[in-house]
């Protein structure tokens, strides 16, 4: 059958299961937009404030479902709007599709009214990008976006289309899609040997989780492994909830804010098993002395990932649910109980601990916690609040803690609590932010109540730009360089005034009936809660030391 462009992406969008979109109209895309209307009973448009906080629904939406998230947006600043959260969504492996419309075949490049070349501008933050010129190369070019977004290490794939595309004519054929499939044809079997050798001798093993389990859907495999291995686990900011955080081998988080325990613990094994992470330099710290007298076991879907920032001694190429239950059938149950008892030992020594007496982030998270029974989505933007998260939250299953890790994007956990909660409407949703980060995409608290979507916003609210300003304590002299935000903003009568509920905590005892309250609201929420200036993460790894080198408020004061 004929039809035009903007009918045939809607149309592949069904192909898809696309049941929701987030995005901005404007001229070059309104082709589509006229195509959604007419399908609305189908698939249901999210008009969100700002393009980027589309993205970034797009973005919470795919990371707690597994499925592709899909935003929208105009051609020039709609489509330059959508870069950070396609940037966010390339660093942290989420599969997306970003769909935008360009100017007509006939007036690109000549600098023509909102022309801007998106494909070109987001060609090293996204997996692969598409110009579609011509009508007839619509539909397969949709199709791929997809695919590529979903297979292998999954991304972000934009489809940029010209105006004229969207609205000529070409044959449409539906296609059923075929299924995305784990990654094994590069699974060898002298990796695996490899791989089953090291285990065998380890007397010290360490497991590292990364994202890449929570991706490949791998925690059932994690756990089962865990037991025939017989080591501790760490995790890393990417992999919260692959491995429960209640389990008593978990050791809590790696690098510049992990556990001692875990810092130290890595860089004291003999074998380092580390699954779908990338060692990031937040992970490692001075990667010299980084598991220093470890063998290191890389198992990861990117081969570009091995031996990038560590070297490894064996590695496996493949989907982490699929070597692990290759692995798992071969193994035979290990037993290192002198080194299980000795990391017990030091989680005892090195619990995460924080002032109790009076109120701070971390209270807030431990509270969240207790009232949740961990069972609730939490998203977060980046700072001080963003670690206290990871901390204190434990996080019991696979895509509960939806955040940017590699990219740092603030701003980023208000428009992915709303996409995540769209996905998981039976699932309590709480973003964590600060009153920094918040004020960067504090308008989609109108998209919120546009929509009545019951997601809790709770702001550690300290007046400052509170990680910005640790750093500036602790390696700058105290020089505070337009990092404090006293001023006379109310957050409270921001949600009011954007058409939701805000509640002010001052004290220790209103915190647990403030989120009680928020939780029975049945639509968005803020908490704006205040806490201290100066207020601290620990532990912390100095920048450029040696993770078994973090240190704690007392240790600072004891060196003091």
Same mark, same amino acid.
């Given at each position: 059958? =004929?039809?035009?462009?903007?009918?045939?992406?809607?149309?592949?969008?069904?192909?898809?299961?696309?049941?929701?979109?987030?995005?901005?109209?404007?001229?070059?895309?309104?082709?589509?937009?006229?195509?959604?209307?007419?399908?609305?009973?189908?698939?249901?448009?999210?008009?969100?404030?700002?393009?980027?906080?589309?993205?970034?629904?797009?973005?919470?939406?795919?990371?707690?479902?597994?499925?592709?998230?899909?935003?929208?947006?105009?051609?020039?600043?709609?489509?330059?709007?959508?870069?950070?959260?396609?940037?966010?969504?390339?660093?942290?492996?989420? &599969?997306?599709?970003?769909?935008?419309?360009?100017?007509?075949?006939?007036?690109?490049?000549?600098?023509?009214?909102?022309?801007?070349?998106?494909?070109?501008?987001?060609?090293?933050?996204?997996?692969?990008? $598409?110009?579609?010129?011509?009508?007839?190369?619509?539909? #397969?070019?949709?199709?791929?976006?997809?695919?590529?977004?979903?297979?292998?290490? &999954?991304?972000?794939?934009?489809?940029?289309?010209?105006?004229?595309?969207?609205?000529?004519?070409?044959?449409?054929?539906?296609?059923? &899609?075929?299924?995305?499939?784990?990654?094994?044809?590069?699974?060898?079997?002298?990796?695996?040997?490899?791989?089953?050798?090291?285990?065998?001798?380890?007397?010290?093993?360490?497991?590292?989780?990364?994202?890449?389990?929570?991706?490949?859907?791998?925690?059932?495999?994690?756990?089962?492994?865990?037991?025939?291995?017989?080591?501790?686990?760490?995790?890393?900011?990417?992999?919260?909830?692959?491995?429960?955080?209640?389990?008593?081998?978990?050791?809590?988080?790696?690098?510049?804010?992990?556990?001692? !325990?875990?810092?130290?613990?890595?860089?004291?094994?003999?074998?380092?098993?580390?699954?779908?992470?990338?060692?990031?330099?937040?992970? !490692?710290?001075?990667?010299?002395?980084?598991?220093?007298?470890?063998?290191?076991?890389?198992?990861?879907?990117?081969?570009?990932?091995?031996?990038?920032?560590?070297?490894?001694?064996?590695?496996?190429?493949?989907?982490?649910?699929?070597?692990?239950?290759?692995?798992?059938?071969?193994?035979?149950?290990?037993?290192?109980? /002198?080194?299980?008892? /000795?990391?017990?030992?030091?989680? #005892?020594?090195?619990?995460?601990?924080?002032? /109790?007496?009076?109120?701070?982030?971390?209270?807030?998270?431990?509270?969240?916690?207790?009232?949740?029974?961990?069972?609730? *989505?939490? !998203?977060?933007?980046?700072?001080?609040?963003?670690?206290?998260?990871?901390?204190?939250?434990?996080?019991?299953?696979?895509?509960?803690?939806?955040?940017?890790?590699?990219?740092?994007?603030?701003?980023?956990?208000?428009?992915?609590?709303?996409?995540?909660?769209?996905?998981?409407?039976?699932?309590?949703?709480?973003?964590?932010?600060?009153?920094?980060? $918040?004020?960067?995409?504090?308008?989609?608290?109108?998209?919120?109540?546009?929509?009545?979507?019951?997601?809790?916003?709770? *702001?550690?609210?300290?007046?400052?730009?509170?990680?910005?300003?640790?750093?500036?304590?602790?390696?700058?002299?105290?020089?505070?360089?337009?990092?404090?935000?006293?001023?006379?903003?109310?957050?409270?009568?921001?949600?009011?005034?954007?058409?939701?509920?805000?509640?002010?905590?001052?004290?220790?005892?209103?915190?647990?009936?403030?989120?009680?309250?928020?939780?029975?609201?049945?639509?968005?929420?803020?908490?704006?809660?205040?806490?201290?200036?100066?207020?601290?993460?620990?532990?912390?790894?100095?920048?450029?030391?040696?993770?078994?080198?973090?240190?704690?408020?007392?240790?600072?004061?004891? =060196?003091?």
């Amino acid at each position: 059958m =004929k039809l035009t462009g903007a009918e045939i992406v809607v149309e592949c969008l069904k192909e898809q299961g696309v049941d929701t979109v987030f995005g901005y109209p404007g001229g070059a895309i309104l082709n589509i937009y006229d195509a959604l209307y007419k399908h609305s009973d189908e698939i249901t448009h999210i008009l969100t404030s700002h393009e980027q906080g589309a993205a970034h629904a797009a973005d919470g939406y795919a990371r707690a479902t597994g499925r592709v998230g899909v935003c929208l947006a105009t051609s020039g600043p709609g489509a330059t709007n959508l870069v950070t959260g396609i940037a966010t969504a390339q660093m942290d492996s989420v &599969p997306i599709v970003a769909i935008t419309s360009n100017v007509a075949v006939g007036l690109l490049g000549r600098d023509s009214f909102q022309e801007v070349d998106i494909a070109g501008v987001v060609m090293p933050v996204t997996k692969h990008s $598409f110009i579609v010129k011509n009508v007839s190369e619509l539909a #397969e070019t949709m199709r791929r976006a997809f695919r590529i977004a979903a297979e292998g290490r &999954p991304g972000p794939v934009l489809v940029d289309i010209t105006k004229d595309a969207t609205a000529e004519e070409a044959d449409y054929i539906p296609v059923r &899609p075929a299924p995305v499939l784990p990654k094994v044809n590069t699974i060898k079997e002298d990796d695996i040997e490899r791989a089953l050798g090291f285990i065998e001798k380890a007397k010290r093993p360490y497991i590292l989780v990364g994202g890449g389990v929570n991706i490949s859907g791998a925690s059932e495999e994690l756990k089962e492994f865990v037991e025939k291995v017989d080591a501790p686990v760490a995790d890393t900011l990417m992999g919260k909830g692959a491995f429960p955080g209640e389990h008593p081998r978990y050791t809590g988080m790696v690098g510049m804010h992990g556990t001692k !325990t875990s810092n130290l613990g890595i860089t004291r094994c003999d074998l380092l098993i580390a699954i779908g992470a990338r060692f990031s330099d937040r992970v !490692t710290g001075n990667t010299k002395m980084f598991a220093r007298d470890a063998k290191i076991l890389h198992i990861d879907v990117d081969a570009a990932e091995v031996n990038k920032n560590i070297s490894s001694d064996a590695s496996i190429v493949g989907d982490a649910k699929a070597v692990l239950r290759i692995l798992n059938e071969r193994l035979t149950k290990k037993n290192h109980g /002198e080194w299980v008892a /000795e990391v017990e030992a030091m989680k #005892e020594k090195y619990p995460l601990a924080y002032d /109790e007496s009076g109120l701070t982030g971390p209270y807030v998270i431990e509270t969240l916690y207790k009232l949740t029974r961990g069972d609730a *989505i939490v !998203t977060t933007d980046v700072g001080q609040h963003q670690m206290w998260a990871a901390q204190f939250y434990k996080y019991k299953a696979p895509r509960r803690f939806l955040t940017s890790g590699g990219l740092g994007t603030m701003g980023y956990g208000l428009g992915a609590s709303i996409g995540a909660k769209l996905g998981k409407p039976d699932m309590p949703v709480f973003n964590i932010a600060g009153d920094g980060c $918040f004020r960067m995409n504090m308008n989609e608290l109108a998209t919120a109540s546009r929509y009545n979507v019951p997601v809790v916003d709770i *702001i550690i609210n300290n007046h400052v730009l509170g990680m910005v300003r640790q750093w500036q304590t602790l390696f700058y002299g105290g020089r505070y360089s337009a990092t404090v935000l006293q001023d006379k903003v109310d957050f409270v009568k921001v949600a009011e005034a954007l058409g939701c509920k805000g509640i002010r905590v001052t004290k220790k005892e209103e915190v647990e009936p403030a989120i009680r309250e928020a939780m029975a609201a049945g639509g968005p929420v803020v908490i704006d809660v205040q806490v201290d200036c100066d207020d601290k993460v620990f532990p912390m790894v100095a920048p450029g030391a040696a993770i078994s080198d973090a240190f704690s408020q007392e240790d600072l004061e004891e =060196k003091q």
